[in-house]
């Protein structure tokens, strides 16, 4: 258990509402990371965070800011959320070291559906 | 930069038949490498991760893996499949050093284990 809640856990949405997804973990780690989860394409990189107030984009950020303004929440915000933002949204930790590599560890997810 | 590609999409095994899951990948820089399993409606978990040292990675469920520096593969292995590995398996990379520990994943690979 890598102490990582993501909340909610299924959520509803309309087109052209904004969406946050929460991430919150317990254990202090300075990288997080927001993947996102399609058929097909595996999971891609959204943003990501190397520290409170420090984060970057990945590979498929159009349409989503984040914000960290402690260590241990990561929020995803989907300004104004259309279809294609219909997916499975993943949190992650991640450990760097010599022991660890760049181990990433993911939370249980967030399904969330745009009509 | 990195990309992995998992060659195959869909993978059915008999129980108790040996399994091989294949992973290329591509990269400039040394590399870390990773498998994960997602069962249905759940996070990924940690399966196995190379960082350095033996090419042979033991991992949890009796999975192994095997780094050919090579042929740029990581291929998964399994001697003898039970029904409950039935699952969605993900290879990913890392180079060493880039920025934010961020990983790359291929695709997928389902495996299918019939009795």
């Known amino acids: 258990d890598a102490g990582i809640t993501q909340s909610p856990r299924h959520k509803v949405t309309e087109t052209g509402t904004p969406v946050t997804l929460r991430c919150h973990q317990t254990?202090?780690?300075?990288?997080m990371y927001w993947y996102r989860q399609d058929p097909g394409h595996g999971l891609r990189l959204i943003h990501y965070?190397?520290?409170?107030?420090?984060?970057d984009k990945g590979e498929v950020s159009d349409g989503y800011s984040v914000s960290r303004s402690k260590t241990e929440d990561f929020l995803l915000t989907l300004e104004s959320a259309t279809s294609s933002q219909t997916s499975v949204y993943f949190c992650a930790i991640g450990q760097r070291g010599p022991d660890s590599g760049n181990t990433i560890y993911f939370g249980e997810g967030s399904w969330l559906t745009v009509v | 930069a990195q990309s992995v590609t998992q060659l195959d999409s869909q993978v059915p095994v008999f129980e108790e038949a040996p399994v091989e899951l294949r992973c290329n990948y591509s990269?400039?820089?040394?590399?870390?490498l990773f498998w994960y399993v997602q069962y249905p409606n759940q996070g990924l978990q940690l399966l196995l991760k190379?960082?350095?040292?033996?090419?042979l990675v033991k991992g949890i469920n009796g999975f192994e893996a095997e780094f050919n520096k090579s042929k740029t593969s990581f291929h998964l292995r399994k001697p003898s499949v039970h029904i409950s590995d039935t699952a969605e398996y993900f290879c990913?990379?890392?180079?060493?050093?880039?920025?934010?520990?961020?990983?790359?994943f291929g695709q997928g690979t389902e495996l299918s284990v019939k009795p």
């Open positions: 190379y960082l350095s040292g033996s090419t």
């Open positions: 254990e202090n780690h300075r990288y």
């Open positions: 990269s400039s820089v040394s590399v870390y």
């Open positions: 990913a990379v890392s180079g060493i050093n880039n920025q934010g520990g961020k990983l790359i």
């Open positions: 965070s190397y520290g409170v107030k420090d984060t």
